[in-house]
């Protein structure tokens, strides 16, 4: 037998209206009015005065806030905002502990304050405390996404080994296993000229950072320079080297901008410098007891080379005769790769987004100048080394030197050493395998690693968490 349902209840009726019963109303929450302090990432200086806003403030609005105190409300600039947390006390990470987590050292505001500070459970503020929020800018220049492959280059009849853009960004080098170089005008996505010279694998090549030379190596063991406008080679090889070539690194051009001298490191482990004027070695660095993996030539004074080999060990000389400055052994195995905070200043020298061109040596040693001690203003020139020990290691070597420093080797930089000894600022963990890459930001405010482990991780640049 069929259950049956009890019949619906009759709807009470007022004046002949069905009454409906009202439903509660959900109190809203009001959220708090927080006091926040916005301080410039780069100084620590503040941004203005401190100032009373709502805790639910979105972070588009907390951007349009930095801008106005900026100034530059006409002109807006996108920011990354973040709270720092207080340091807890750890112990010092071994060897064996390359995997533990480390704290985080600060929160993010990516949605509102409320959200992702006062409602954090790592957060310990309130609303009663004066919130100092760090304002990072997040780009300086308009840049495309790469949306699409715009194009495609064929000529190479052999893999690319190397590939480096030109200081303006115009034209773009490769050297391949076919044994030459080729030029690619990146503007009309042609090519442009090919360099055949080598007897052996283009290894690698470098521009000069006024873009009036190219310099390649090969696995012949020679050097040689081109003229990349006419797409020919400027005299015979450099030879010296009894081995491939590995590294290539140029003189600064705000250092010497009339005739900047080239280094190249070789598997034969020696570091040659030479003049590309009469294509003679001025000096050979001979320290290193296996292969000299990479050279970089910083900024530092009147020049700073950087070299690191698979003897493990980093070396810093004075590039004003080759004296050896530092001798760095904290890795455990070879050293395969380094990046400077300033590579991509040294590398484009005096051209920038403006695209105006120097017309003399001084009008173009002044611009790379400008360029250089604008990214040193607030933190100097850092190093980062990447080794197939699976770390890597953030280096300040010359903490109170500027490119106006005549001496890098003063007594001011001594405070680089903690008991007479330099030891790194950080030591980057988390890479399950070797290290092949490190590369700065153009700012020098990221760095970003790659290795064997297929994966890339992005630190900070200056205190490398």
Known sequence: MATL???????????????????????????????????NEDDGQPLGPAVSLPADLAREGLEGLVNNLKGSADDPVPFAFHVPLPSPDQPNLSADDQTTK????????????????????????????????????????????ATRCSSTLTGHSSPILCASFSPTGRLMAT?????????????????????????????????????RLLATGGHDGHVRLWDPV?????????KGHTKWITSLAWEPIHINPKNPRLASSSKDGTVRVWDPTNRRMEYALTGHTAAVNVVRWGGVG?????????????????????????????????????????????????????????????????????RYTEITKSHPEVMISGSDDHTLFLWNLFPTSRASSSDPT????????????????????????????????????????????????????RTGK
């Open 230 to 238: 006419k797409g020919v080679a400027i005299g015979d090889a450099m």
């Open 302 to 370: 009147k020049g700073v080379l950087y070299t690191a080999g698979s003897d493990r060990i980093i070396r810093v000389w004075d590039a004003d005769g080759g004296k050896l400055l530092y001798t760095l052994k904290d890795h455990a195995h070879w050293v395969t790769t380094l990046a400077l905070s300033t590579d991509f200043v040294l590398r484009t020298g005096p051209f920038d987004h403006t695209g105006k061109k120097p017309s003399s040596d001084e009008e173009a040693q002044a611009m790379a100048l400008n």
């Open 410 to 461: 003063s007594a001011a930089n001594e405070s680089a050493k903690v008991n007479g000894k330099v030891k790194p600022v950080a030591r980057l963990l988390g890479h399950q395998s070797q290290v092949s890459h490190v590369a700065f930001s153009p700012d020098g405010r990221w760095a970003a690693s790659a290795g064997f482990d297929r994966s890339i991780r992005i630190w900070e640049g």
């Open 5 to 39: 349902l009890p019949p619906p209840k009759r709807v009470k009726l007022t004046h002949g209206t069905a009454q409906i019963p009202e439903k509660p109303v959900e109190p809203v929450e009001v959220a708090p009015t927080i006091v926040v302090q916005f301080v």
């Open 175 to 211: 050297g391949s296993g076919d044994m030459t170089c080729r030029l690619w005008n990146l503007d009309s996505e042609t090519p442009w000229a090919t360099l055949a010279g080598h007897k052996g694998w283009v290894l690698c090549v470098e521009w000069e950072a006024r873009e």
């Open 102 to 145: 480390p704290a985080p050292t600060r929160l993010a505001v990516t949605t509102n304050i409320l959200a992702d500070v006062l409602k954090n459970p790592l957060s310990t503020y309130t609303t009663e405390d004066v919130l100092a929020i760090h304002c990072t800018p997040q780009s300086i220049f308009r840049v495309r996404p």
